[in-house]
């Protein structure tokens, strides 16, 4: 089963296996996009709610990965979803990709590369230039802002 996000929409993704989504990302979508959904799901493509748990399990990914501050709550939707059906995620969204890889979901790109690894994310102070592995809503050291950076 194929998990469609809203880029599969939008790139007129089309697949003979079966398709599932989640109500929300018919809200994202607008005009001719909102009508490929409407046509995905009369033609059987199951609209599904993850459970509360398998959410706060993507949610506990996403911070693992430092990709929280990055998904939306569709995104975390449709990854849980992907999760509770053994689906294959379709997105070109990479923070969507970096923490399904991180719950070893299969993910099917569409119009973008990829992302060729897995990254663990770590954050910079702007004042004290210090790392960190886990994100704060400012430095602990100093009280500036954090930005995420990339460890490699």
């Known amino acids: 089963?194929?998990?469609?996000?809203?880029?599969?929409?939008?790139?007129?993704?089309?697949?003979?296996?079966?398709?599932?989504?989640?109500?929300?990302?018919?809200?994202?979508?607008?005009?001719?996009?909102?009508?490929?959904?409407?046509?995905?799901?009369?033609a059987g493509?199951?609209?599904?709610?993850?459970?509360d748990g398998t959410v706060e399990k993507v949610q506990r990914a996403a911070v693992e990965t430092g990709d929280a501050d990055e998904l939306s709550e569709t995104d975390r939707l449709l990854i849980a979803a992907a999760f509770?059906?053994?689906g294959t995620l379709v997105t070109d969204d990479y923070a969507m990709q970096n923490v399904a890889e991180h719950l070893t979901v299969d993910v099917q790109v569409i119009a973008r590369d990829g992302i060729t690894e897995k990254r663990e994310w770590q954050f910079q102070?702007?004042?004290?230039?210090?790392?960190?592995?886990?994100?704060?809503?400012?430095?602990?050291?100093?009280?500036?802002?954090?930005?995420?950076?990339?460890?490699?």
Request: aromatic fraction near 6%.
């Open 1 to 42: 089963m194929q998990i469609l996000d809203t880029s599969a929409f939008i790139h007129e993704y089309h697949t003979d296996e079966s398709t599932a989504s989640v109500p929300q990302v018919h809200e994202e979508l607008e005009g001719e996009h909102a009508f490929r959904f409407d046509a995905e799901e009369g």
């Open 45 to 51: 493509m199951h609209i599904h709610i993850p459970a």
């Open 84 to 86: 509770e059906l053994d």
């Open 125 to 152: 102070c702007s004042g004290c230039g210090r790392t960190f592995d886990d994100d704060h809503d400012r430095c602990p050291i100093c009280g500036s802002d954090l930005t995420r950076k990339n460890p490699a």
